[in-house]
């Protein structure tokens, strides 16, 4: 077996060694009924480039001349070719966490310069080394606002990521701690601030919201904070689309943020592996979840990093630990950060204003379809939008994919009310006469009787 | 340092590198945008209130400024690459480049997650596959790969345990974890509503059978049993263990974080596991990547199976299907309609990247491949113990699987610990071991070699330890102080945690 390195004489040397008659001897501690007596039923060996035409014709297979019109939570966005050649370092590749600082001063100084660029971004204080997703992050930002607070109700928006709120749910559900779920207002698509209003009350530990939230309208983060605060809860802000940061305005009166850092250079790799990471204000760093990486110095006075505050973590603390996580999404972080320098300051403003106009193009050339409207109209928008279109989304997307074009995502799977709707995202990567193809298709309902 | 030179080179000179903010000059680009084809548009009309107006301090440097940070960066890293790493449970074993490489093929690596099942079945198939090779591997009965980690897989795996248990009228109140297991174990218990209810290792660093027998009542979940074990160590009564626990209507939850002693020699399924989970960041070479992703899939017995996360998937024209959806009989999709699942984890389906590696990594190796591959880990980790079982203490006699712990007892009597050795291992051109873990034996030493480890490594690993025994009997400060020969040297973690500095500022530079 071509990764093994050993040949059969060494082994024979080894077990020689040891002083086992054989490898079998070895394993007799296994009491013998369990030993695994024949082959396991898998594919049998492989060559190289075996492996690889298994892996094209699976990738020829998912189909990959389409244009694509999906975001709700997953974005395409063009990755820079250096950060692939970076994170195949094989230093980077193929080293673990750096719980020895000593020797693994890349990685620790790669972290740290991580949590600056999303404490940047984002308007918080601190960030920690990352979570595993967006979903997960948002449901651990909401036990920390529990520890914080000491309080055990939770407030949501329905227009957070529907899937974030079932992981929330997952999450919650065995602790007591009921989530109340806040609806939108019908025109803007934002929170319905009435309606937060009457739900947050003395015993809500946390409310969290999305923004741009799942229809990619950008709530009012100000008067949701209010709200919050007046009762004593934290607010919450997740954000799915990290780019919008480029040209949205920061959530800083959010007490924590979860953020979703894949549109950072990340593949979409069918929704996984992503990068969550959760951003606070400096006086909750104690009850952050996660790995945190601080400068500190040696013995001559150097400059260095280490893992810290590791007192809130499970190899620590155990069954009193912040959060079970161990292992998090180290390498996806490097991504982001090398996707965030390539960027740089003003590049991520260009970047964002790229995909305004992109999503505005769209959102018009499709709206002005006959039959076809946008919801949604009266609050600001990222890069995606809510068509409602007088004929069913099932009979158009067919169309659409005749002609290799994925359209919007249908909501009445997420939000029964929300007929004939169709969330629709618009990255830099989008040119626009795949826009102007894609409405030539709407358009062209056949007239029925 | 006079160490003996034992196949160690000097490294060459680079420049030192600074933070990439400290690298930023104003107007330094590494992008460029195409042409906008679309109208342009005004961000302040747009977004009104809700646009940025102050830009995020991100650096501006240049294309080669950027590839020779990271590099340089990268350099300051031990890797797997570079020579063994030994760091027991976390199974640091070759990473197969042409997992890297396939992971990145089009129409993989950029499918969208809500892309129509139809124009998915690629994947979908390689999720399939996968599903049915670690099922055949552990010998459970059903999986689900949307955990994105051990610690998340142990989440999902006693989330299916409390659910069971509700749909049996109690959720009960307590799990049982020996005093030897990884510290994620308990805090996951806690996170699923469970007490903790520590479990007391015997005198050979196994379950107690009677100390078991007294605690699991009916108000147990569950055991958590990571075997072989943290001190590496096969649990011989395993089936006695498991029918303690399922005589009181308790389950046996196994942390799979050392199958790498199993593939292919025995199956948990078969020994009386009702739910593990499994680290293909471990077990399945995926990388380790300074710290993640993992994948941690979690494997259960039939009668789990209506309890697993939403959606699993299923092939259209089976039983499995609730609903009829158009597309071909046959094809493979999601089912959603699983009333009695926990719910989602993730969103999404987990870590497919990682799943795409760890299926490359199985069709490499095949049957034989993974059979040979347990084999020699085993043998590496006995080769290690039999050359220096001399010169460290062994607490635990039994007879070791793929990894040995040893402690500095003979050593700590010189004031020499088990940090310390571990720190001047670096000087002889290894990773440390796990130190001080598990916490069963006082100044532990796990050694995990893996497969990865040739003779001629292991040869090296064993003089280097064998010269640092050594030098803690002729010059116990030379290890005391160690690393010698590193970027930088001991760190102050004390003062990193006392006044956390977790972000570089501006003002800080001057």
């Keep these: 077996m071509r990764y093994l390195p050993k040949s059969p004489a060494e082994r024979e040397q080894m077990i020689a060694a040891i002083g086992a008659a054989s490898i079998d001897e070895l394993f007799e501690v296994i009491p013998a009924e369990y030993r695994f007596a024949r082959d396991l039923d898998i594919p049998r060996q492989q060559a190289e480039s075996e492996i690889i035409s298994y892996f094209r014709a699976a990738g020829a297979k998912n189909a990959t001349d389409y244009v694509s019109f999906l975001g709700a939570g997953a974005y395409r966005h063009y990755r820079p070719v250096v950060i692939d050649s970076l994170v195949q370092r094989g230093e980077f590749l193929t080293s673990y966490t750096p719980y020895q600082a000593e020797i693994t001063q890349g990685t620790l100084q790669a972290i740290f310069e991580f949590q600056t660029m999303i404490a940047e971004l984002t308007g918080m204080d601190v960030a920690n080394a990352s979570m595993y997703d967006g979903s997960t992050g948002a449901a651990e930002a909401v036990l920390m606002a529990m520890r914080v607070t000491g309080r055990h109700k939770a407030v949501a928006a329905a227009s957070v990521h529907p899937e974030y709120r079932e992981v929330l749910h997952t999450y919650l559900q065995h602790r007591e701690m009921p989530t109340a779920l806040v609806g939108y207002d019908a025109e803007t698509g934002r929170v319905d601030l009435a309606a937060l209003d009457a739900a947050v009350t003395e015993e809500t530990a946390a409310v969290l919201v999305q923004s741009p939230n799942f229809f990619g309208v950008i709530e009012d983060i100000p008067a949701i904070a209010d709200i919050a605060h007046k009762k004593g809860a934290l607010l919450i802000v997740s954000i799915a689309e990290a780019v919008s940061l480029g040209v949205v305005r920061p959530p800083v009166e959010a007490d924590i943020v979860s953020m979703e850092a894949q549109s950072f250079g990340v593949a979409l790799s069918y929704g996984g592996p992503f990068c969550g990471v959760i951003a606070a204000k400096e006086q909750y760093l104690r009850q952050m979840p996660g790995r945190l990486a601080g400068q500190t110095v040696d013995k001559d006075g150097n400059r260095g990093f280490v893992l810290t505050l590791s007192t809130r973590e499970q190899h620590i603390r155990r069954e009193k630990a912040t959060s079970n996580i161990c292992t998090n999404q180290a390498l996806v972080a490097l991504m982001a950060t090398i996707f965030l320098t390539v960027y740089g300051k003003e590049g991520i403003r260009e970047l964002a204003e790229h995909n305004l106009a992109k999503a505005d193009y769209a959102a018009k050339t499709l709206s002005a379809q006959p039959g076809a409207k946008l919801l949604f109209t009266g609050a600001p928008r990222f890069h995606e939008f809510v068509l409602q279109t007088e004929e069913a989304p099932a009979a158009w997307s067919k169309r659409l994919l005749d002609e290799k074009i994925v359209g919007g995502i249908e909501l009445s799977r997420w939000y029964p009310e929300l007929k004939n709707a169709t969330l629709w995202c618009a990255t830099e990567v989008i040119t626009r006469e795949q826009i102007d193809a894609a409405a030539k298709v709407l358009a062209a309902a056949p007239v029925e009787a | ?510």
Aim: proline content about 6%; hydrophobic content about 40%; glycine content about 8%.
């Design chain 2, 1 to 510: 340092m006079a160490i003996q030179g034992i196949g160690r080179v000097r490294a060459h000179q680079t420049q030192n590198e600074g933070l990439v903010f400290e690298k930023s000059s104003p107007g330094k680009k590494a992008y460029k945008l195409p042409p906008l084809d679309v109208p342009a548009v005004n961000a302040a009309e747009l977004l009104g209130e809700a646009r940025r107006e102050t830009p995020a301090a991100l650096p501006e440097l240049s294309e080669i400024e950027i590839i020779r940070h990271f590099t340089r960066l990268s350099t300051w890293n031990y890797a797997i690459d570079l020579g063994m790493y030994p760091l027991g449970s976390c199974t640091m074993k070759y990473n197969p480049r042409v997992n890297e490489f396939v992971a990145r093929i089009d129409g993989l690596a950029d499918a969208h997650p809500y892309r129509p099942e139809s124009l998915a079945q690629g994947i979908l198939e390689v999720i399939d596959l996968l599903q049915r090779c670690l099922i055949e591997i552990t010998g459970m009965d059903a999986i689900t790969l949307q955990p994105a980690a051990g610690a998340h897989g142990e989440f999902t795996g006693i989330l299916l345990v409390r659910a069971w248990h509700e749909s049996q009228g109690n959720a009960r109140k307590k799990i049982l974890i020996p005093d030897s297991a990884h510290g994620t174990n308990p805090a996951t218990a806690a996170i699923c509503g469970y007490a903790v209810e520590n479990l007391k290792s015997n005198a050979d660093g196994g379950i107690d059978l009677e100390a078991l027998e007294r605690q699991v009542d009916e108000e147990t979940a569950a055991l958590m049993l990571t075997n072989p074990s943290t001190i590496g160590v096969f649990e011989s009564q395993i089936h006695r263990i498991a029918d303690i626990l399922h005589a009181k209507g308790a389950l046996l939850y196994m942390d799979g974080a050392n199958m790498n002693a199993l593939v292919g020699k025995a199956r948990p399924g078969d020994f009386g596991v009702d739910v593990m989970h499994l680290n293909l960041h471990k077990t399945f070479s995926t990388p380790h990547g300074g710290g993640g992703p993992g994948s941690g899939p979690v494997a259960c017995k039939a009668f789990l199976e209506p309890f697993l996360p939403t959606p699993v998937l299923v092939r259209r024209g089976t039983s499995q299907v609730s609903e009829s959806r158009p597309g071909a009989p046959g094809e493979l999709c999601w089912e959603y309609n699983r009333p009695q699942s926990v719910g989602r984890v993730r969103a999404f389906y987990g870590n497919t990247g990682m799943f795409i590696r760890a299926l490359a990594y199985i069709l490499a190796n095949g049957p034989d491949g993974l059979r040979q591959t347990t084999e020699d880990a085993v043998l590496n980790a006995n080769y290690i113990r039999k050359k220096l079982e001399d010169v460290y203490e062994l607490p635990y006699k039994t007879a070791s699987m793929h990894e040995v712990v040893f402690s500095d007892k003979r050593q700590a009597a010189k004031g020499v610990k088990t940090g310390d050795i571990a720190k001047r291992l670096i000087d002889y051109g290894f990773h440390p071991y796990t130190v001080s873990f598990p916490l069963i034996v006082p100044g532990a030493m796990m050694i995990e070699p893996t497969e990865s480890e040739s003779l001629e490594e292991l040869d090296l690993f064993i003089d280097a330890m064998r010269a640092i025994a050594r030098e803690v009997e002729e010059d116990p400060e030379l290890v005391k102080s160690a690393p010698h020969s590193t970027r930088v040297s001991r760190l102050d973690e004390v003062a990193a945690a006392r006044k956390p500095v977790l972000c570089w500022r501006a003002e800080a530079k001057a």
